[in-house]
């Protein structure tokens, strides 16, 4: 299968650690993209990136969380100093330059106690 | 107020058809898609529709979009109850960022 890969799937942690998501994009698609789910809720846009370039940032993307894509093809996702309102799952999405159809990995479900 | 806006819920009998209906706010949204989401999944798209578009037909989908009002429809015929799942209807005006609503879970009896 060479969908969008995210790593780990499930990840608890104790509220103020520091936590790192991993996206890999499916291998031709230069864009992409990460979304935090809460439940009950659509997907909320955090954070883009074309090639390594990050290119827009969400307000929802607070100094805490910060995301690299170094060299433009998996990218990171950190949150430092979590709090409990950072569970949610966080999704990545990946998309090909001549096209807008974004695809969707399984997510990473975040668990602050 | 909310960007994109859908009813929280639907059940329907299999083998009806379904309407799963979306508003959405943003009149420079040129691409409208359909997310279908099951428990513990991510999200998978089914389709979606240019804002050039009126109707796009795909198999047992039938996407209608009424840019004056700015609404959108999902219909799904023959429903089956495989297609229970959560329905998310999002917007976007290019490669940038998807607009969400907040999703219509279907549910399918037999």
């Known amino acids: 299968d060479t969908g969008v890969s995210q790593n780990p799937r499930h990840k608890i942690t104790k509220r103020g650690q520091n936590v790192t998501f991993r996206c890999d994009p499916i291998s031709e698609h230069n864009r992409l993209y990460w979304y935090r789910q809460t439940l009950g809720q659509g997907p909320e846009f955090l954070t883009y990136?074309?090639?390594?370039?990050?290119?827009?940032k969400s307000r929802l993307l607070s100094d805490r969380f910060s995301a690299e894509r170094p060299k433009g093809s998996f990218s990171t996702l950190e949150i430092q100093r979590t709090e409990q309102g950072d569970s949610a799952m966080y999704l990545c999405?990946?998309?090909?330059?001549?096209?807008?159809?974004?695809?969707f990995g399984p997510g990473t479900r975040l668990t602050v106690l | 107020g909310e960007d994109v806006e859908q009813s929280l819920f639907l059940s329907v009998r299999e083998g009806d058809s379904s309407v799963i209906n979306c508003t959405y706010t943003?009149?420079?949204?040129?691409?409208l898609y359909w997310y279908k989401q099951e428990p513990g999944a991510g999200l998978q798209l089914l389709t979606y529709?240019?804002?050039?578009?009126d109707m796009k037909q795909d198999q047992r989908l039938t996407v209608l979009l009424n840019k004056k009002d700015k609404h959108l429809s999902l219909r799904i015929a023959d429903t089956q109850t495989g297609d229970s799942a959560i329905y998310f209807c999002a917007v976007t005006r290019g490669d940038n960022d998807m607009r969400f609503g907040a999703g219509t879970r279907l549910t399918v009896k037999p």
């Open positions: 943003d009149s420079s949204s040129t691409y």
């Open positions: 529709i240019f804002s050039n578009m």
């Open positions: 999405a990946s998309a090909r330059g001549d096209r807008n159809e974004q695809f």
């Open positions: 990136f074309q090639n390594e370039a990050q290119l827009e």
